[in-house]
């Protein structure tokens, strides 16, 4: 695909008229019956994008700094919205987008991605797509075919084309005829190439964005000609429903307090109806996999991107699942603004206190009484498996306390959510496991309200991380002496020596937290191998083999921990 390696400029005239594209067959002055189906998308549902409203009879767009952070804090990959729980479309054969920005203060982004994105933990995968943006009267054209850049961090565009607009108020259309692809200002073609199958999965998922301004949507729609299927639709988990055979279901007839959940992310949620049917059909609690991360809900200082949060807790209450929310102070995942907060001088500390303990009450705040729990600090240990606080900026500000003062404005603001401190590397006897209770202890004698620990259990070696059943049942017998609770937070198990072995050690891990009354809740981080991504020491993209499903089918760990929990 020679042509797709293209970047080229020009100046294209646009006519002082708007007039729409002239869609396959048809002419531009056709009528609504002789182009057949026409969506009017400023219509649809846009109330969880983050950055995107209602602005009387169009839609404002602001710039929300959404990116992600490498663990070290590094990076910051651009993170632009996309329409997932509202209105996407379905079609399956030609169709054309069109869309007029008004009032650009800076630069506007409409996106049309064949799937949404994959948001790891460090990274997003780029669907593939098409983007417009538009920049004064420059407009860029990039086309991403869905492969798997070297980096996945920076994700490079198969095509781009920059044009110079005559006037960048009129419309812009995204036109697909088969296998080919045209771009036109007030119909007039500015780019028209082959793209394959980049609109191959019959359904486009729509994104407006901007980088450093804002912008109006006044007019946007999608046609077909007549004989194209073209409808709207809603997001797949609306068709779930719990399974009276699930493991939320199997668990409830010998312990109707427990809980098993996993960990959940909304873009396989609402496009991806296995996805979904295995999450609602099989789970009891929820917990958003980075929804609710400090990054996700605050990019930027002062303000809150509380939409796709909302979005899962919404999904939860509908099915009758209890969320768990992750998290609050962590040191990784946090937006640069946060983490770079002063703290050289005493009243720069103090008025850093401020900043956070207000971000700590708006967001717990703001979930009040749809929380069942929360991790509300979460790793706080080294990353060597050692004993010692990692000095991050609730270190830096509140000391080696900062537990307790977290914890307390927590409770302040819902005082019925469980607490919880979530650690990896404690879910065995030893010196870590030791400073996690203590740590709970303590911060409960300095007047905190800590109700029990996370044990996250990730078993990515079998050679070290294998847990045994006396080694669990050791440590929750020392949790419950301790007068606190566990979860196992985190649970997944590495396929590396077969299903079978894997199978066993998830079995293992959910038996023992059935058997202790201490253990509350068990969580699978993840759902669905097919959306298990990591980057190995190289930086190469690996797909993870760890979790209860497969391209949607249960793999032999879920029919290990279905016959824990129905024997």
């Keep these: 695909m020679a042509a797709l390696t293209a970047r080229r400029r020009r100046t294209v005239s646009v006519a002082v008229a708007s007039t729409l594209l002239a869609l396959a067959g048809c002419s531009s002055t056709a009528s609504p019956s002789e182009q057949g189906t026409v969506v009017d998308l400023l219509e649809q549902d846009w109330g969880h994008v983050p950055g995107v409203v209602v602005d009387g009879a169009g839609l404002r767009v602001t710039a929300t700094g959404r990116s992600i952070v490498e663990q070290d804090g590094g990076g910051g ?29 800076a630069d506007a982004t409409l996106a049309v991605y064949d799937s949404p994105p994959v948001i790891a933990d460090e990274f997003r995968i780029e669907p593939a797509g098409v983007q417009l943006t538009l920049r004064g009267d420059d407009l860029r054209i990039a086309v991403f075919d869905g492969s798997h850049p070297q980096d996945v961090t920076d994700p490079q565009s198969a095509h781009e084309d920059h044009v110079t607009l005559l006037d960048p108020a009129a419309e812009l259309s995204v036109h697909s005829s088969g296998d080919r692809l045209e771009i036109a200002s007030d119909g007039e073609t500015l780019s028209s190439l082959p793209v394959g199958d980049v609109f191959g999965s019959g359904e486009l998922w729509l994104g407006l964005s901007s980088e450093e301004g804002a912008f109006t949507v006044s007019a946007l729609d999608a ?22 055979d699930g493991l939320q279901a199997l668990a409830a007839g010998s312990r109707p307090d427990f809980l098993v959940g996993a960990a959940v992310a909304l873009g396989p949620l609402v496009s991806d109806a296995q996805y979904a049917d295995a999450v609602v059909g099989s789970f009891g609690v929820l917990t958003p996999e980075n929804a609710m991360k400090p990054q996700a809900l605050s990019p930027r200082q002062g303000e809150y991107t509380f939409e796709e949060a909302d979005a899962l807790l919404d999904v939860a209450a509908s099915a009758g699942m209890a969320v768990h929310g992750h998290t609050i102070a962590f040191t990784e995942a946090m937006p640069r603004w946060m983490r770079e907060l002063p703290t050289g001088s005493e009243e720069e500390r103090q008025e850093s206190a401020e900043v956070l303990l207000d971000y700590v009450t708006t967001v717990v705040t703001h979930f009040r009484g749809r929380l069942d729990s929360l991790d509300v600090v979460n790793e706080p240990f080294d990353l060597e498996q050692g004993t010692s606080l990692q000095e991050n900026v609730w270190f830096r500000v509140f000391g080696p306390t900062y537990p307790v003062v977290v914890s307390q404005a927590v409770h302040d603001a819902d005082p019925d959510v469980r607490q919880f401190i979530n650690e990896n590397g404690a879910d065995v006897p030893g010196p870590r496991q030791d400073a996690l209770l203590q740590l709970a202890l303590d911060t409960n004698a300095q007047g905190g ?13 079998l050679d070290t991380d294998a847990l045994s059943a006396d080694d669990l049942a050791t440590t929750f017998a020392s949790v419950g002496d301790a007068g606190l609770l566990a979860r196992i937070s985190e649970n997944d198990v590495t396929d590396s020596e077969g299903q079978a072995t894997q199978a066993e050690q998830y079995a293992t891990v959910l038996a023992a937290c059935v058997a202790s009354t201490a253990c509350v809740s068990y969580t699978t981080w993840g759902v669905d191998d097919t959306f298990d991504w990591w980057v190995d020491d190289d930086g190469a993209l690996q797909q993870g083999h760890d979790l209860l499903f497969d391209d949607g089918e249960p793999t032999p760990a879920y029919d290990a921990l279905s016959e824990v929990l129905g024997g």
């Design 77 to 105: 990959q651009p993170d632009p919205a996309v329409n997932l729980a509202g209105t996407h479309l379905v079609a399956p054969e030609d169709f054309t987008l069109r869309a007029t920005f008004t009032d650009v203060t």
């Design 223 to 244: 046609a077909a000609p007549s004989g194209a299927h073209l409808a709207a639709a809603g997001p797949a988990v609306a068709d779930a429903e719990p399974s009276p």
């Design 449 to 461: 309200h800590i109700d029990g620990v996370g044990l996250q259990a990730h078993v990515y070696d």
